[in-house]
């Protein structure tokens, strides 16, 4: 880039972090943190000087010089530079937003101050019910309330859904109150099949506004689950209609308690990552675990000092690398647990539902349609778990492929 070329930038969200400033595209979610001179260099920018003169009015300002046309590199590299001397950058990928049509001014309710006092108040309704109405305590009972089990997967796994979508809905429209335009798309977290909503644009705005995100999906399950109580208790309503309250209580606070698992990346996984300052705690905890499994790998490199100094967490400030090391216990041995539950709990269950189906079919016309619903809702949910995970994960699977045939060919020409 020349020093005379004139660059201008693509509209741009800041606020103040710390000591610096953090600085990006609302419609991509893409942020960096630069310090104040790179702050400044924007400003300049877009009072239209050119690279040269950018570079000398910094100089003039502090007294020092700054690789002005470096900088400006990496801003175009994250997609920030809309063009170079007239000559277009190319806009890159875009998200496209999930419900479009709903705009900031439908929502914006959501970012009242004091909106948190309504899910507050449903808390205080739920703690209330559940200690007069012991009964109302999600439990297998509650879930499991009829014998024919193919009847209980899908209504189930309906309300459950509906649920998920609430919660999803709540996060998108707080994000969108806040003008940033969120998706929600399906994914998986280790063995689970998720729904999750890509606020990351929301890293521009306050912080206030961004807890009021992050926790927008939590608040929404303690007013759906207060609302459903309080149906419970107020209309005393029997059969299937109580049947599928009950669910939906236990549907909503039993979910609540795994949003404390930070390691599959929950809201409170979110909320702690913007309390501790770190831009990305699941990479950068993933890259310390990675350290200290080869530093205690067998073999002649193990604890030698050039392993050490690899340590990436080493010139974090030390706060941040405080949590990113205990994020990093947190990860190995969450993960751990989750894989063995799987294995010891869940697939066995999975088998002797589809064992119970199957036994179903042929027994007469009833049972044969709830066997086979119960197995079209398994069947559909692997089904889907695997599509999504082979979505999110096949390039690393491809090129993993082609390292061991191109060491494999290797060995042989050897």
């Known amino acids: 880039m020349e020093g005379g070329s004139r660059v201008r930038l693509r509209p741009l969200q800041e606020r103040r972090d710390g000591d610096g400033w953090v600085i990006g595209r609302i419609e991509t979610g893409d942020f960096i943190r630069v310090p104040d001179s790179g702050r400044r260099v924007v400003a300049l920018l877009g009072q239209g000087l050119a690279v040269s003169e950018v570079a000398e009015a910094l100089r003039r300002e502090t007294g020092r010089n700054f690789a002005v046309a470096d900088f400006i590199a990496t801003l175009d590299d994250v997609g920030f530079v809309a063009t170079v001397d007239g000559a277009d ?10 419900l479009p049509w709903l705009r900031p001014r439908h929502v914006r309710w959501l970012l009242h101050p004091r909106a948190p006092l309504v899910p507050a108040g449903f808390a205080v309704v739920v703690l209330i019910v559940l200690v007069t109405h012991p009964a109302l305590v999600p439990s297998s009972r509650v879930l499991v309330w009829s014998r024919y089990v193919g009847l209980v997967v899908v209504v189930n796994a309906a309300i459950t859904w509906t649920l998920i979508g609430v919660h999803e809905l709540a996060h998108l429209g707080a994000a969108r109150a ?12 280790l063995q689970f099949l998720v729904a999750q909503t890509d606020v990351s644009g929301v890293w521009g705005q306050s912080r206030r506004i961004r807890m009021t995100v992050y926790l927008a999906g939590m608040a929404v399950d303690l007013c759906g689950a207060g609302t459903c109580l309080l149906v419970i208790v107020v209309a005393d309503p029997h059969g299937l209609v109580l049947h599928l309250l009950a669910v939906a209580v236990a549907g909503t606070l039993l979910v609540m308690p795994a949003q404390f698992m930070i390691f599959l990346r929950t809201d409170l996984y979110f909320l702690l ?10 990479a950068d905890g993933s890259a310390y675990l990675r350290y200290l499994l080869r530093a205690f790998r067998p073999g002649p490199r193990a604890g030698r000092a050039t392993d050490r100094m690899a340590d990436p967490s080493r010139g974090f400030p030390p706060s941040r690398r405080a949590a990113v090391r205990v994020y990093s216990i947190v990860l190995l041995f969450g993960t751990a647990t989750c894989l063995a539950v799987e294995f010891a709990i869940t697939v066995p269950a999975l088998v002797t539902i589809a064992v119970r189906a199957g036994a179903e079919i042929g027994a007469s016309p009833l049972t044969t349609v709830d066997g086979c ?42």
């Not at 990552?273 to 699941?282: F, I, M, P, R």
């Open 89 to 98: 950058r190319g806009a890159g990928p875009v998200m496209r937003p999930s």
């Open 373 to 414: 619903a119960a197995l079209a809702i398994v069947v559909t949910w692997q089904a889907l778990w695997a599509s999504r995970w082979w979505h999110r994960h096949r390039s690393e699977v491809r090129g993993l492929a082609r390292r061991r045939l191109a060491g494999r060919k290797g060995g042989e020409q050897a």
């Open 178 to 189: 806040a003008g940033v335009p969120a998706r929600i798309t399906l994914s998986t977290r």
């Open 273 to 282: 990552q913007d309390l501790t300052g770190c831009a990305n705690l699941y």
